[in-house]
């Protein structure tokens, strides 16, 4: 009978020290941050004057919850804030850097059409000459075949400045053919008046492209 008291008197104190040992497994796992029984063990550590581990850091601004998982988490988050803000930044910069060369290429297209625009116009003032330049060629060839006095009549019918263009032509004409130039010999032809205009003109003004 002594004996069997004995082993339940073992028994009991093996459940005893188990418990202990459980109990005192959870609170230092608690005390780690581990698990989470602070509210259970709250009085066991304040009696012990012990401060339970938190994973808390010393950010005001993001502290930690503790949870290994959500620290972890809360830091993929962050890493997740920190590319999506430099993503923002560099698509920013890329379409500012666009803006920049559509205003370059507007610029340089403006340009262009200015540039164009003005070729268009010597061009034209080049044709204009050369179509001038040959009509007055063809009138001083018709002129030359005419009685001097035949070619005064058709020559005082026209504006000064055409006069001028034909007497100054048919003198490049004869110098290039070797002849001589009837602008002389019209002239004096012409009466007197409108002569002395004529060849005040030629004097005063160079040669016009009109």
Known sequence: MARRNGGIGKTIALLFLIIILVLGGLMWFDYLGVIHAKKIFAPV???MG???QTSTTATKSNPF???LDEDRFAKRIEALDAR???LDKRETDISNVENQNEAIAKELEERRKSQDEREKTFNNQVKKYDDRNRNIEQIVSYLNSMPPQTAVEQLVGMVDQDIIDILRKADEMAAASRTT???SV???NFPADRAAAVERKMANK???LD
Do not use: R, V
Request: aromatic share 10%; proline share 10%; hydrophobic share 35%.
């Open 206 to 208: 160079p040669a016009s």
């Open 50 to 52: 012990l401060t339970p």
């Open 181 to 183: 130039s009837m602008s």
């Open 45 to 47: 550590y304040k009696l």
């Open 186 to 188: 019209w002239l004096m």
């Open 65 to 67: 919850s503790g949870d």
């Open 84 to 86: 999506t803000q430099e």
